[in-house]
């Protein structure tokens, strides 16, 4: 299996800009979920694809933030107007149907905003 | 609110010894438990899930469940120094199969050689 791949694995940006942040999921998965982590701190939910359903979404993601899944299966997650406040790590992971929540991280996309 | 509580450590032992991780939930219907390692500026990396009270053994991992207590631990034998990371405990948000993980801070572990 090739695992669940994110790009940029960095990406440093200016306070207002915009950015974007595709995953890529396990091939056979159809579950896909974005969490932010920032330091000292466990991954945070912030929202789940089923297929091209987007089935949840946490209030940590704000107006600025939407992420799609167009054909179930790569994802994107952008922020508008970035803050600095958004400065994190920003996890994909992915599960199948029937696995029992067992999910598979990516390598994440660090975000700092100047 | 659900919670998962962990102590942040750092918890540190010698090489060769027991490594004991514990983690507490605060949702009972949670199901679905995780114990994932995280290298410092890696993303966390799935070691260990258990569904079912009692313990559950791979290699010189052991995962022990107690639903009525909502207790979660992680033992690691003969610890080495490649263990040196943070660990996650994470608990299914939802009484289902579906839905999002709930994590903890993690519990910083330093194996001394």
């Known amino acids: 299996d090739t695992g669940v791949s994110q790009d940029p694995r960095h990406k440093i940006t200016k306070r207002g800009q915009n950015v974007t942040f595709r995953c890529d999921p396990i091939?056979?998965?159809?579950?896909l979920y974005w969490y932010r982590q920032t330091l000292g701190q466990g991954p945070e939910f912030l929202t789940y694809?089923?297929?091209?359903?987007?089935?949840?979404k946490s209030r940590l993601l704000s107006d600025r933030f939407s992420a799609e899944r167009p054909k179930g299966s790569f994802s994107t997650l952008e922020i508008q107007r970035t803050e600095q406040g958004d400065s994190a790590m920003y996890l994909c992971a992915s599960s199948r149907t029937g696995a029992a929540d067992t999910q598979y991280f990516g390598p994440g996309t660090r975000l700092t905003v100047l | 609110q659900k919670e998962v509580e962990q102590n942040s450590g750092p918890l540190s032992v010698p090489e060769g010894a027991i490594a004991s991780l514990n983690c507490t939930y605060s949702?009972?219907?949670?199901?679905?438990f995780f114990w994932y390692r995280q290298y410092s500026g890696k993303s966390p990396e799935l070691i260990m899930s258990?569904?079912?009270?009692g313990d559950k053994e791979d290699g010189r991992f052991t995962a022990q469940l107690n639903k009525a207590s909502q207790y979660v631990s992680l033992l690691i034998r003969d610890s080495q120094p490649s263990d040196s990371a943070t660990y996650l405990c994470?608990?299914?948000?939802?009484?289902?199969?579906?839905?999002?993980?709930?994590f903890g801070k993690g519990t910083k572990l330093s194996v001394k050689p």
């Open positions: 994470a608990v299914n948000g939802y009484g289902g199969s579906q839905g999002n993980l709930i």
């Open positions: 091939s056979e998965h159809n579950r």
């Open positions: 694809f089923q297929n091209e359903a987007q089935l949840e």
């Open positions: 258990i569904y079912s009270n």
């Open positions: 949702d009972r219907v949670s199901q679905s």
